[in-house]
């Protein structure tokens, strides 16, 4: 059972902006008010990564990679996070995926391997063009 589902992917320039959203059901994104939610992404011909995490306390955490250039934030009202993306580059092409996890955040959030993260969404493609 799909409990998170991400929106919002598509085609970008280099330089541009998209931004990616995740929702899921009333009950369900109620009931994450205390994870830690964030975003992975997985490259062609790459491990997936962790890109960004914010917490319930609402500090965030950001791969190197994206830092400055993305912002993870939570809409608990509407049952939504998203990750703005600025300033595109041709390296952020991936497909990008949502997660919540009710046991750790920050950097170890970021480092776990995806598969052991508790709660996972299906994923939102990301194409940038140069």
């Known amino acids: 059972q799909v409990q998170l589902v991400e929106s919002g992917g598509g085609s970008a320039q280099a330089g541009g902006s998209l931004r990616l959203s995740c929702s899921a059901a009333?009950?369900?994104?109620?009931?994450?008010?205390?994870?830690?939610m964030g975003w992975f992404r997985q490259a062609p011909g790459k491990k997936r990564e962790g890109v960004a995490a914010i917490d319930s306390d609402g500090s965030t955490t950001y791969a190197d990679s994206v830092k400055g250039r993305f912002i993870i934030s939570k809409d608990n009202a509407k049952n939504t996070l998203y990750l703005q993306m600025n300033n595109l580059k041709h390296e952020d092409t991936a497909m990008y995926y949502c997660?919540?996890?009710?046991?750790?955040?920050?950097?170890?959030?970021?480092?776990?391997?995806?598969?052991?993260?508790?709660?996972r969404g299906q994923g939102t493609l990301v194409t940038v063009s140069s």
């Open positions: 997660a919540a996890e009710p046991r750790f955040c920050g950097a170890t959030f970021l480092a776990v391997e995806y598969m052991y993260v508790e709660i």
């Open positions: 009333e009950y369900t994104f109620s009931s994450y008010s205390s994870h830690c």
